[in-house]
């Protein structure tokens, strides 16, 4: 037993019910800062830059002062001309200020063995097996591991890679100059997208990286600084965007800025939708459908193309006396060509279906007598074809419709990793919960129950979304994406067990758990007393060199990881 000197007695009118444990203070935000080496005399030269002029330092709160997030939540670097700074199809999860120099936005992306990126290496059976002889012999053991091998998101200490002798890829003309004073990275790093475009350093240059959670923070208490920063994406980064879709490929620069100049953004929805949600989470599937937020209506004049830069909607049609879900819009979809493309070639038709906001959508409105005047000529009649069938069909699962119905009015469409349990093959045998269990140090992260339907249960497992709100109010960043792959990851170092990421989880895959000693004991705060936890959940197994156990020990074939994205493969795994 553990010495008493080491582990007093909780004192009488303590909230915690232990008569013994390990006493430390309390994790905090900035117990872990984004750089050790950030100074006061860097954030005074930060503070002194006309980028920070407008923000106002006397409007943030006591609690969060302008100089703790720059002390915290930033660092300074210096890049050397040449080097990739983020590439693209990267998760990120910082912003970058121009302090001094220039980088260059590549539109025309290099090859991918130019790039430097490392593939995603899973430890060896042998390193495997050296993890479990040192696993601890209590369930979440507060050694401060930090991060399982493999989870990196981030993080510096990546090889830095060069491009400064590929000309080609380089070529000023397929290329965007950013000055002094610019920001980028942050549409990404906010919307927990992967990054849009590989950014290079132009010469020597000197950058401010913020991470995601100061940058919220600044933009929330300074709304002058907010305005100047936000106007600049139509100015920079609207054309770019426009060009990546592929009905604008073949596009001249003169028309992608007169499209450019006539688009509207709009959003339906709220952000953080995952609050409203929650309120109706027993509401029946009409209910649900009610409350989304309308964005075009069955009917209608198509009066402009909608293109989904981010978020979901809900394709659907009237059925009896309702409405019944055809299928789903992500990133990069569109709506509304099929009747556009009809209407140019002298059929005028209205909208066949209507679009609803799927919690949260952010969407680009481009007019039909641009698109009309724009787009449609410089198209092919294959390529029309193929864009238009494209457009007929965007998600979906095959035609099943009961399911498709399911997995839309559930937000399950929003997994990359969706637990799918077949109920017709699982006996229950839990053989996918034990060997969970086995593999992260006897505490299993999901729950073999959930909502079914047409014979399929989804468990209560981290889905590695799309878009994972529950990362939203991460006050320390702790629950972040791995670069390449999109994994959802906890680090157990800056987590300070606030519970928000497990609170705004729209499926409750994510788990509070209180931490022990490596005798077993509760560790508890100095404070109060009160036990400390810290979020665990799902990692898709990503320190084994097999994948995902429960998916290896299921002897029935009964249990699949599933993208829910790639309808076509959900629907050949339904049918198998």
């Keep these: 037993m553990a010495k008493s000197s080491t582990r007093p007695a909780i004192q009488p009118g303590s909230h915690a019910p232990y008569t013994q444990a390990t006493r430390q203070a309390g994790p905090e935000r900035w117990d872990k800062p984004f750089s050790p080496d950030m100074k006061e005399m860097d954030v005074d030269l930060v503070m002194a830059h006309p980028i920070f002029y407008n923000t106002a330092p006397e409007k943030f709160p006591a609690a969060i002062p302008l100089r703790g997030i720059l002390r915290n939540d930033t660092k300074l670097h210096q890049y050397l001309s040449g080097e990739i700074i983020v590439r693209r199809g990267d998760y990120g999860h910082s912003a970058f200020i121009i302090m001094d120099g220039a980088v260059k936005v590549l539109a025309k992306e290099p090859p991918a063995e130019l790039l430097g990126r490392q593939p995603p290496v899973r430890p060896s059976v042998w390193g495997s097996f050296k993890r479990w002889l040192s696993r601890p012999q209590y369930a979440e053991t507060a050694t401060r591991r930090g991060a399982p091998p493999g989870l990196h998101v981030g993080r510096s200490g990546e090889t830095r890679i060069f491009l400064q002798d590929v000309p080609g ?122 409350k989304e937020p309308l964005i075009a209506r069955e009917g209608d004049y198509p009066n402009g193309l909608l293109l989904v830069r981010s978020g979901f909607a809900r394709v659907s049609c009237r059925y009896n006396h309702g409405e019944r879900t055809e299928s789903y819009l992500g990133k990069g979809q569109v709506f509304g060509l099929h009747e556009i493309v009809t209407g140019w070639r002298g059929e005028h038709v209205a909208l066949r279906h209507s679009l609803r906001a799927l919690g949260y959508v952010d969407l680009l409105f481009i007019p039909t007598a641009v698109i009309e005047q724009h787009v449609l000529p410089a198209l092919s009649p294959d390529q029309l074809a193929t864009l238009t069938l494209a457009a ?40 996918c919960v034990r060997a969970c269990a086995a593999t992260h140090d006897n505490n299993p992260r999901f729950i073999r129950q959930g909502p079914e339907a047409s014979g399929v249960m989804v468990a209560s497992a981290c889905m590695h979304c799309v878009d994972p709100v529950c990362m939203i109010g991460c006050p320390t960043g702790a629950i972040y994406r791995e670069n390449i792959e999109g994994l959802v990851g906890i680090d157990a170092d800056t987590c300070i067990g606030c519970s928000i990421c497990a609170n705004s989880c729209p499926y409750g895959t994510i788990q509070m758990v209180a931490l022990h000693d490596e005798d077993g004991l509760p560790v508890v705060t100095e404070e109060t007393g009160a036990p400390i936890r810290r979020a665990t959940k799902c990692d898709l197994c990503i320190d084994q060199p097999g994948g995902p156990a429960c998916v290896n020990a299921c002897p029935h074939d009964a249990l699949v990881r599933a993208d829910m994205r790639a309808g076509d493969k959900l629907t050949d795994w339904l049918k198998r």
């Design 392 to 431: 007929e069909s965007p998600g979906g699962a095959g035609g099943a419709d009961e399911l498709v119905e399911f997995m839309v009015a559930q937000r399950f469409i929003n997994g990359r990793a969706t637990m799918l349990i077949d109920l017709d093959r699982c006996t229950r045998c839990d053989d």
């Design 169 to 290: 890829v380089l070529d000023s003309d397929r290329s965007i100059i950013l000055r002094e004073g610019e920001l980028f990275g942050e549409i990404a790093a906010l919307g927990r997208t992967p990054r849009t475009a590989t950014v290079v350093a132009e010469g020597e240059v000197l950058l401010l990286e913020i991470r995601w959670q100061g940058l919220r923070e600044i933009r929330k208490y300074s709304p002058a600084w907010k305005e100047r920063i936000d106007g600049r994406y139509r100015e920079r980064s609207l054309k770019r965007h426009l060009a990546e879709t592929p009905l604008m490929w073949n596009l001249s620069d003169t028309s992608l800025q007169l499209i450019a100049d006539a688009t509207r953004f709009e959003t339906f929805g709220e952000f953080d939708w995952h609050s409203s949600y929650q309120r109706m989470r027993e509401a029946s599937a009409r209910e649900l459908m009610e």
